[in-house]
């Protein structure tokens, strides 16, 4: 498994002024899996950002599929930050034959969120899914389409 770590910077700010968000991203050739790890607060540039940096490992590790761990991030999105990243992920659907699964925190709050963006996705013809548990969207992923 093949992995970097970067640390992201305050929308807007060219200077090393930190957020309290990391990014963990590892390659799993076993499973043929991209998995993507969040953590602290995620706002809509960020979240186009790394809609941005999936589409480029796709076009190193076709065929794979995508799992995002967002558990230990906080978000509260309007329904136009949705419609946003949603909007990005759909100017790269042509290349783009992945299942997308994200693990979720199970609250009430997120789960609200978490359905309407999954309507956006599927609007869009991504197969997508949203998970509490690691190893039942792992199952999801590497089963056969």
């Known amino acids: 498994m093949s992995r970097f770590s970067a640390r992201s910077r305050k929308p807007g700010h060219g200077s090393a002024l930190e957020v309290p968000m990391t990014t963990d ?14 953590t ?12 941005r940096e999936l589409s480029l ?10 799992l995002m761990d967002l558990r230990e991030t906080e978000t509260r999105p ?8 949603a909007s990005e992920c759909a100017k790269l659907k042509s290349d783009f034959n ?9 609250t009430e709050e997120r789960v609200k969120f978490a359905k309407l963006f ?14 509490f548990d690691h190893g039942t969207a792992m199952d999801w992923l590497t089963k056969a389409p």
């Not at 991203?25 to 969040?38: C, G, L, Q, S, W």
């Not at 602290?40 to 809609?51: L, P």
């Open 25 to 38: 991203t590892k390659i799993d050739k076993d499973n043929r899996v991209i998995h993507k790890t969040e």
């Open 40 to 51: 602290g607060e995620m706002f809509t540039e960020r979240s186009i950002t790394w809609v």
């Open 57 to 66: 490992a796709l076009k190193f590790h076709e065929g794979y599929n995508i």
């Open 78 to 85: 309007e329904m136009l930050d949705l419609m946003a990243i």
């Open 98 to 106: 992945s299942k997308i699964a994200f693990l979720i925190p199970n």
């Open 118 to 131: 999954k309507a956006c996705m599927e609007a869009q013809g991504f197969r997508f899914k949203q998970f």
